[in-house]
């Protein structure tokens, strides 16, 4: 294959996954369950694939349980180093009784990702009755817990859930600050 430019590069890669997923899914053994309903495990991540699977499991599906979506992509690393946190944290007390784990892949269910507003990965959501509450962008596990935790404690004390304060650190924003200030002085020529 010749590569001209990016776009036909992470094109063609995109394609050959999702050719391979599709014949992994075609020979493995079939279900009884739909294409489009995911099949949910006891504990752990269980995947959606389409905004049919995300709309029947999250918006109208999720009970009283909160949900956190992992939105990820094959090709990120921070999400690939994630996962397993997010798979051991799914397994344990309180979240696996309170709480549903899903991992959307976005370049395999973009129209989710789009109608939710997700422009980094990763990025979790969280959802309580079908609404997206809160979000967590990066892979910041000690953020995803802090605001799951705030969002159980405001439901067993029967509280309106308030958004904890973000831990982005100002410091991150430091270099843009400064390429700001250079940028000014240059151009006023001083």
Known sequence: MGVHNLAEYVKYHQQKLRDEQAHARSSSTSTSFPAHVPQ????GVNKLSSMSSYKSSVVEGSGDKIVV????????????????VIAKMSAEDPY??????????????????????????????IFKNGEKVDEVVGANERELRSKINALLKAISEGKPYEKPPSET???SYLPMVVLAILLYRYLMGI
């Open 169 to 171: 650190n100002w410091l």
């Open 69 to 84: 979506i992992d939105f990820f992509a094959t090709w990120c690393g921070p999400c690939k180093v994630i996962a397993p």
């Open 40 to 43: 949910k495990k006891k504990g």
């Open 96 to 125: 696996s009784e309170k709480c549903t784990f899903y991992k959307i892949d976005v370049d395999e269910a973009p129209d989710v990702a789009q109608e939710l507003g997700i422009r980094a990965m990763p990025t979790f959501g």
